[in-house]
């Protein structure tokens, strides 16, 4: 068993900035992808960012604003998020695929005020 710990939510106004971060722990076997997902009201859980091996990919609406990164040695994934807007207002959760299992975060808010 996986256990995916997120943190670095929390309320920024429009423009501004958030690192979120997501550690792994427990039974790790050999991670082959990990990526941030968000979730606002009424909406369906969409992929935000994404890397596997040197590949890394990003839904169009956060090209060029965040930056997907992550670490090996600490088995832990990042999410920077510059020029913020109101719409990236979310829950996001960190999934994490080990030995073709995924795994999901508890989610963590981000809330960009206008």
């Known amino acids: 068993q996986v256990e995916l710990v997120e943190s670095g939510g929390g309320l920024v106004q429009a423009g501004g900035s958030l690192s979120l971060s997501c550690t792994a722990s427990?039974?790790?076997?050999?991670?082959?992808?990990m990526g941030w997902y968000r979730q606002s009201p009424g909406n369906q859980r969409e992929l935000v960012a994404h890397m596997t091996g040197g590949s890394t990919y990003y839904t169009d609406s956060v090209k060029g604003r965040f930056t997907i990164s992550g670490d090996n040695a600490k088995s832990t994934v990042y999410l920077q998020m510059t020029s913020l807007k109101p719409e990236d207002t979310a829950v996001y959760y960190c999934?994490?695929?080990?030995?073709?299992?995924?795994?999901w975060g508890k989610g963590t808010q981000v809330t960009v005020s206008s």
């Open positions: 999934n994490v695929d080990d030995r073709g299992v995924a795994y």
């Open positions: 427990g039974s790790i076997g050999r991670i082959r992808a």
